[in-house]
């Protein structure tokens, strides 16, 4: 068996292990949470809990490398922004995570180019 071919059964175990990894889409260089569903222009809705999404975010966005802080202070709405420090011009440059009666959603602010 030469190298080519152990190369491409390599790469469609790992493709079938992990569907995961084909399924997760990317906004302006964002990879989403796989459970994002769009509803909207850079809108989406997760389908977990704010903790959860909030928890995926932490480890795919190490809050050392992306700052974090809170943007709302309203009863019933948990929100956070996900600034990138590297944002280049059509890529995202923030995110804002939050939810709103028991549903949560995502959306990603693109750097324009000036």
């Known amino acids: ?18 569907p995961g990894v084909c399924l997760a889409e990317k906004v ?7 459970d994002a569903r769009r509803i909207g222009e850079n809108r989406y809705q997760v389908e977990r809990k704010y903790d959860d999404a909030l928890k995926h975010f932490r480890s795919a966005l190490p809050p050392g490398k992306y700052p974090r802080r809170p943007i709302a202070d309203q009863p019933g709405v948990k929100a956070v922004h996900i600034e990138n420090p590297e ?28």
């Open 1 to 18: 068996m030469t190298g080519a071919p152990r190369y491409k059964a390599a790469l469609a175990a790992l493709l079938v292990a992990f």
């Open 28 to 34: 302006a260089g964002l990879t989403l949470p796989d």
């Open 87 to 114: 944002a280049k011009p059509g890529s995202w440059e923030g995110l804002n995570l939050y939810e709103v009666k028991g549903e949560t959603r995502l959306f990603i602010l693109v750097k324009t180019k000036s």
